[in-house]
């Protein structure tokens, strides 16, 4: 094992990036990393945007979004209906429009990992809104109280990013503003480059509600058992770092198998999150790729680290 310090190279300037929001964060993805899917989940409801098609009749195409949900269900409860009723869980559909104040459909199934949701299309001017929440009901009971903690979250909804308040909980088309939450989750991931003859670099971002408040532990707390196992490390930072007022551990370092013909890069930063407040919740910031692409990884990590900040930090020095 070696151990230097890489810092960043005063020669090279920033890479320009899109300060993209997801969660309660701003992330600044590289203009030239294509965006993958996300996860938003708040109090434990999963937000979801789908596009209009073009050219399609909006009300038809709702409908066609929806009905594979339903058609699924279904199947699954006449299925678990020919195990006994205790097996069939609650199954029911109804138009909620007039709730919601747009075209909306509303379906409550169980699942065949033995999971129920309350599961609502909404036909938004900007999008198909979709909003599913895991909901607990005694075995073989139907389906009661359906929509109120998921209209509860709508009424807090806005798509898209103008007028934010610095409250804000973004997914990947909107936001959820004012509401008091007691669960939120968060992920992005982006891959570098277009072509696919280069070693991809790899850039993601999770959140997640604070458990252990413990602060990370070292990668040199493993050294032992990577020394033992013929494992290679070359550790090129481990330290606190400090980002939008908190303090993680940054960690970066090549690592393989003695038997790898290329060693991996891997870079992170990881907050353990301070108690109940939503803000600061448990993070982990992390870049991986090949080592041949080292150079152009730390060039997009040491970018990241630098312009990463929170959403109410970002829109509210624009208020």
């Known amino acids: 094992m070696t151990i230097d310090t890489a810092s960043p190279n005063p020669n090279l300037p920033p890479c320009p990036v899109t300060m993209f929001p997801i969660g309660r964060f701003m992330i600044p993805v590289p203009k030239d990393m294509e965006l993958g899917a996300g996860i938003h989940k708040v109090n434990k409801i999963t937000i979801d945007e789908i596009a209009w098609k073009r050219g399609r009749d909006r009300e038809e195409y709702l409908q ?3 009905m ?7 199947k699954r409860y006449v299925e678990g209906g020919k195990l006994g ?3 069939q869980g609650g199954l029911a559909e109804e138009d909620v429009s007039h709730l919601f104040g747009y075209p909306a459909m509303l379906l409550c199934y169980g699942d ?5 949701y309350i599961d ?9 809104l979709r909003l599913k929440e895991s909901r607990f009901y005694p075995i073989g009971q139907e389906c009661l109280d359906m929509e109120g903690r998921i209209l509860n979250l709508f009424k807090h909804y806005r798509f898209g990013n103008k007028n934010v308040a610095p409250d804000s909980f973004f997914s990947a088309g909107g936001r959820v503003e004012g509401l008091k939450t007691w669960h939120e989750r968060a992920s992005l991931g982006a891959t570098w480059p277009a072509g696919a003859s280069r070693p991809t670099i790899r850039l993601s971002f999770h959140t997640s509600p604070s458990c252990t408040h413990e602060f990370p532990k070292s990668i040199f707390t ?8 013929g494992i290679r490390l070359h550790v090129l930072r481990s330290q606190k770092r400090t980002l939008a007022g908190m303090v993680g551990l940054e960690e970066v370092y090549l690592i ?6 290329e060693l991996r890069l891997s870079a992170s930063w990881k907050y353990p999150g301070s108690g109940k407040d939503p803000e600061k919740p448990d993070i982990e ?6 080592e041949s692409a080292k150079e152009k990884a730390l060039h997009i990590w040491d970018t990241v680290m630098t312009k990463f900040t929170t959403v109410r930090e970002y829109y509210g020095r624009r208020s």
Do not use: F, Y
């Not at 910031?285 to 090949?290: D, H, M, N, S, W």
């Open 68 to 74: 594979p949900v339903r058609t699924q269900a279904r």
């Open 112 to 116: 065949d990992m033995a999971d129920h």
């Open 285 to 290: 910031l992390k870049i991986t790729c090949p």
């Open 85 to 87: 009723p205790a097996s």
């Open 64 to 66: 066609e979004v929806w």
């Open 120 to 128: 609502v299309h909404i036909g938004l001017p900007e999008a198909i």
């Open 222 to 229: 493993g050294l032992s058992v990577a020394r033992k196992h």
């Open 256 to 261: 393989g198998n003695k038997d790898d013909d």
